[in-house]
Structures are given as structure tokens and as C-alpha cells.
């Protein structure tokens, strides 16, 4: 007789509960198919199938990043299964420019084995956003998205690959009824901080009069607010498109555009959302989500080069071209912890003065820097002129190398989500110069919650962070006891994403739920 020790007994089961549970999900789910007899045996056909997974995003640069780190995370988290990254024809024809995109031909597959398949949005050739309003953008995306969206599922299908699950990002809630028509369940995957989420979802349904007290305080930014479950907040900590309050508004869009997504969350019961955040970070906002039927499971930090091969880490298809300088030749030559990262992402702009002001704030300061700064975004201004003091400036980079660079001591940012947990996860403080969007939130999770960063003052004529305020910010965020507290969250960030980590756990439930 074979005795097992109480550890191998504990192992087994937990193997036979898992089983029971995988199995319990498939009768579940095949019974729930009982009124629908013509999907029936579709669904009975992929159990016991290796799933697929299709992840569908909003063509930018912020939001494809976030969704490129899953489809990588779900080849690591389902070993054999399919993956599939659809955007815009317009946005592929940038990544893979030598592929000569076609929404109906294109079929690349990367060197990590996520294959692409674009859709329309309607302009294939690119959007001129300063020849048209933003509506006439959106209604094409949804119209002809949702068309053309639909032919990729069918010619997936129609080549014995049929999609299992599709999973999409924000501005894109049709891509749910899309998905159902082709009998395919849908799960969204939220690309912003979970206190964002919780804040949208309280801010729409008028919690505690939120709506109200936002529209009462709109031209106070410093006004303060409560969120059901969160700690206090500033009106400037909100997302900024609370504060519109005219259909006319170029941003409008994104406030109706959120709002659709949580009806289409409100139309199922107990919906399950992807969060690209992680339990130590954001436990109370996920908690009052939850608390009010919406299951947001923590996946995050959703970072390809955690625990990544080398191959992934390489896999850099960007919308914009990276520099040619050799900057990371150059910060290999620097002293640890003494460069300052400044970018301000892909869709900031920068005036004039506030090119300038960085400039003399960085000169002052002494410290070597390396500054990306694309050409569209700093008008006649010559990059050469701006390295005054032992600094680099640069069109584009590999931001995760950048930030995981020993000789990265700040990161002076916009804010945006995957610049924020990119810092996190490489435990480099942050200087946040928030503009727009989710931007304002970020900064106050990284100033008041983790405390591993400062957000700077601007200037209330224009906004600009002026020189003496930027010196200032870089010292605070360097000192040793902000260091120390990166350093710590550096560690709980990568932990969550480790095997075994509870982010780790929580999209391999997500995973085994599909098979």
C-alpha cells in the first residue's frame, strides 16, 4: 500500500475539486444552451476542444498595448490554446507595415504565435481627426466594425479555428452583441484603473448623488468628493469627463461610449470584467464593484516583459517607430538610479513653452535624461537643441526597457494606466503630470495609495509644469523613502503576476472556465 504524505493528499484534492469544477462549468454551460437548439451543438462540438481566444481593441496605441500584454498572457496561462489579436486595418498596416494589410487576407502570425486579423473601422487608410468630428469616427467603428468583426468570426470558423471566447477593450461595447450573434461569449477587459470603473459605475447610477455633487463642484477641481467604498477624492482625482456637460463637447463621445458599456454590463447577470490592476493595489474598488453585481477579477499587472521569453520581450509592433539613437547603448553608460524618463505618451501634445520649460527644468537640475519626443508633437523645435546638460532626446522607445533599466532612477509621466504600472512593476517613481481622461485618478493612486510618486502643480494659465515645480517634483521623488516604497511595490506587483501569484490565478480560472 502507498501512503501519501498529508501535502500530496492536499495536492490531490484540490486536482479532483478543480476537475469537478471544469466539469460542473461545461454542464453548465451546455444546459443553459437548451433554448437555443441551433448553438447547441456548436458548443457541445468545442468541449474538450483547446479554447480560443480573440482579443478585439480600440485602434490607439494606449489601448492596443494593454491588449497585445493579454493575448500574450493567455498563450502563458493556456498552454495550446489559439490566440487572436483583432484592430484596425489601419492600425495593422502600422505594426506590420511589409504584410500590405487587407481586412479580408491579412493572417500574421507573430513570432510568439498570436496570429492577427484585423477589421474595418471604415477608414482603412486612417482617420484625419482634425478633418472630421469624433462621432462621424465612432459610428463608422460600430457600424462597419461590427460587420466586418462578424467576418472575421465567420472565416475563423470556416477554417475549423472557431473563436470560444472573445474578450474586448473599452469604446468598444458592440463588439459584445457581436460576439453573442455568432453564439461566442464575450467578457470586456478594462484597461484603466479599477477605481475608474467603480467611479463611472457610481458616477451613472447616481450613488449617493455623485452625479450631482460632480456637476455642483465641475469648476472647483479641488472640491471634495466621495465614491461609494472609495477613500475621499478631489474633484481633479475623478475621471475628467465627468465635468462635460454638452453633447457638443469633441469628448463627448467617451462619456456615452462608457456608459453603453456598463448597460451592456447591466444587461447580464453578475458580468465578469477583466481588470488589468491587481488585488494589493485597488481591493476597495474592486470590492464595491462586486458589491453591486459587477465580478471584476484582477489579472494585472498585465505587463509582457513579466516573466516573459525573450522572444516576447522583442515582439514590439508599435504604431510609431522606434528611434535609432542606440538610447539603450546610452543609459548603459549612465550611473544607477540617475536618469530621469520623460514621456508623455502617445496622444499628448506638448506646446511650445512647455518644451521649453522641461528643457530649463532638466539643464538646471543637472541629471542626465532621456526625453521621448515625437516630431508631430514639438513642432519646429530640434531635438539636438534641447539635450543642453547630458541628456537624450528620442522619437519613440521600448518603454519596458526603459523602465527596467538600473540606471532609470524617475519617471516624470502623463500618467496614462500602462505608463503607471509599468512604473509600478519596475519600481521607479513617478513625477505625474496628468492632463485628461483616467490620467488625474492614476496620479492620485500613485500619490495618495501607493505613495511611490508626487503629482505636480501646473500652471492654472495653461497648464504648463514650469521648471522650478519639475526640479522640485524630481527631488521629492527621489528621495530615499519614495524610493523605498517603489521598491516595495515593485515586489507586491511582480508578485501578483508571478506563477501562483493571485493575478496568475485568477486569469488561469478565467482560462479554465473556456476549456
Known amino acids: 500500500m502507498t501512503h501519501r504524505n498529508p501535502t500530496q ?41 483547446a479554447p480560443h481566444f480573440l482579443v478585439v481593441t480600440y485602434p490607439a ?29 489601419s492600425a495593422c498596416r502600422k505594426m506590420f507595415p511589409e504584410d500590405n494589410v487587407d481586412a479580408a487576407a491579412m493572417d500574421h502570425v507573430d513570432g510568439t504565435g498570436v496570429r492577427y486579423v484585423p477589421f ?30 462578424g467576418g472575421v468570426l465567420a472565416r475563423l470558423r470556416d477554417a475549423g479555428t472557431p473563436v470560444t471566447q472573445v474578450v474586448y477593450t473599452v469604446l468598444l461595447s458592440w463588439v459584445a452583441g457581436v460576439a453573442r450573434g455568432h453564439g461566442v461569449p464575450a467578457a470586456a477587459y478594462w484597461i484603466q484603473p479599477a477605481t475608474v470603473l467603480a467611479s463611472y459605475f ?27 467604498g472609495l477613500p475621499p477624492m478631489r474633484v481633479r482625482d475623478l475621471p475628467s469627463f465627468f465635468t462635460i456637460t454638452s453633447d457638443d463637447h469633441p469628448h463627448a463621445f467617451v ?55 525573450a522572444a516576447s520581450a522583442n515582439n514590439n509592433n508599435d504604431l510609431f517607430k522606434e528611434d535609432g539613437k542606440g538610447y539603450l547603448d546610452w543609459l548603459d553608460a549612465q550611473e544607477a538610479g540617475s536618469v530621469v524618463y520623460i514621456s508623455f505618451g502617445s496622444l499628448s501634445t506638448m506646446s511650445k513653452r512647455q518644451i521649453a520649460e522641461v528643457a530649463r527644468g532638466m539643464a538646471e537640475s543637472g541629471r542626465p535624461f532621456l526625453w521621448v519626443l ?33 540606471a532609470v532612477g524617475c519617471f516624470v509621466t502623463h500618467c496614462g494606466w ?76 511582480r508578485a501578483a503576476a508571478a506563477v501562483g501569484g493571485l493575478s496568475e490565478r485568477n486569469l488561469r480560472a478565467f482560462v479554465a472556465g473556456n476549456r
Open 255 to 309: 462619456l456615452t461610449a462608457f456608459r453603453e458599456l456598463l448597460d451592456v454590463l447591466g444587461r447580464e447577470d453578475m458580468p465578469t470584467v477583466l481588470a488589468n490592476t491587481f488585488d494589493a493595489m485597488e481591493s476597495d474598488a474592486v470590492a464595491t464593484l462586486r458589491q453591486h453585481g459587477i465580478d471584476v477579477v484582477p489579472i494585472g499587472p498585465v505587463l509582457s516583459f513579466l516573466g516573459t521569453s
Open 418 to 493: 500602462n505608463s503607471t504600472l509599468e512604473s509600478v512593476a519596475c519600481g521607479v517613481p513617478i513625477v505625474g503630470v496628468p492632463q485628461w481622461t483616467d490620467q488625474g485618478t492614476n496620479a492620485w493612486l500613485v500619490e495618495r495609495k501607493l505613495a511611490t510618486g508626487v503629482r505636480a502643480a501646473v500652471s492654472e494659465k495653461d497648464g504648463v509644469l514650469e521648471a522650478d515645480e519639475l526640479r522640485r517634483c524630481i527631488g521629492f521623488a527621489t528621495s530615499d523613502v519614495v524610493r523605498a516604497k517603489a521598491a516595495l511595490w515593485r515586489e507586491k506587483a
Open 120 to 149: 474595418s473601422d471604415g477608414f482603412d487608410d486612417g482617420f484625419d481627426w482634425s478633418a472630421h468630428d469624433s462621432t462621424d469616427y465612432m459610428s463608422n467603428l460600430k457600424v462597419v466594425g461590427a460587420r466586418t468583426l
Open 202 to 228: 457610481h458616477f451613472f447610477r447616481g450613488t449617493d448623488g455623485l452625479d450631482q455633487a460632480v456637476a455642483a463642484a465641475a469648476s472647483d477641481p479641488w472640491a471634495d468628493v466621495r465614491v461609494r
Open 374 to 406: 515625437r516630431k508631430d508633437n514639438r513642432g519646429e523645435v530640434d531635438g539636438d537643441d534641447l539635450c543642453t546638460g547630458g541628456g537624450m532626446v528620442v522619437e519613440w522607445c521600448d518603454q519596458g526597457k526603459v523602465l527596467s533599466h538600473p
Open 61 to 89: 496605441q494606449g489601448h492596443i498595448n494593454p491588449a497585445r500584454h493579454l493575448a500574450l498572457r493567455l498563450l502563458r496561462a493556456a498552454p495550446g490554446a489559439r490566440v487572436s489579436f483583432s484592430t484596425a486595418v
Open 9 to 49: 493528499q492536499r495536492r490531490t484534492h484540490i486536482d479532483e475539486l478543480q476537475d469537478t469544477l471544469t466539469c460542473a462549468r461545461y454542464c453548465t454551460r451546455i444546459a443553459s444552451l437548451a433554448a437555443m437548439p441551433a448553438m447547441v451543438a456548436q458548443e457541445v462540438e468545442r468541449v474538450g476542444e
